[in-house]
């Protein structure tokens, strides 16, 4: 995984100027796409884990209902719509309720604390 990063931080100062002519979207688009494929090859155990979960992630296959179906552009056009239309985090009135905010966090802690333990993450290398 420190290899695919630093070869993509490579890849990066390589490009010098000419990634940042790119347009900002394709290179939040881009720089999503490498993230995820890079969370793939990090939490894969083997070459053919990373391939079994990549390949459908990039390549469409048949019998999938939801790519023919009008629900999905018509959901995104909608979507699209409400993102646009409604007002950013930013531009709401914040009125604090400390007695919400309390219970929402014992609640979260309450949570957090009925689950069993997962070891952490980093102990499997």
Do not use: C, K
């Amino acid at each position: 995984m420190g290899a695919y990063h630093g070869a993509l931080l490579a890849l990066d100062r390589a490009s010098g100027t000419i990634w940042q002519r790119v347009s900002r979207g394709v290179r939040q688009v881009v720089t999503f796409l490498l993230v995820v494929i890079g969370w793939v090859l990090f939490r894969s155990t083997t070459e053919q884990m990373a391939g079994a979960w990549l390949h459908p992630m990039f390549v469409p296959e048949a019998g999938g209902q939801m790519m023919t179906s009008p629900v999905l552009p018509l959901s995104l056009a909608v979507a699209a719509v409400v993102a646009h239309a409604m007002p950013n985090t930013f531009e709401l009135p914040h009125r604090w309720n400390s007695a919400a905010i309390a219970g929402l966090a014992g609640l979260f802690l309450a949570v957090l604390n009925s689950g069993h333990q997962t070891p952490f993450l980093y102990f499997q290398f």
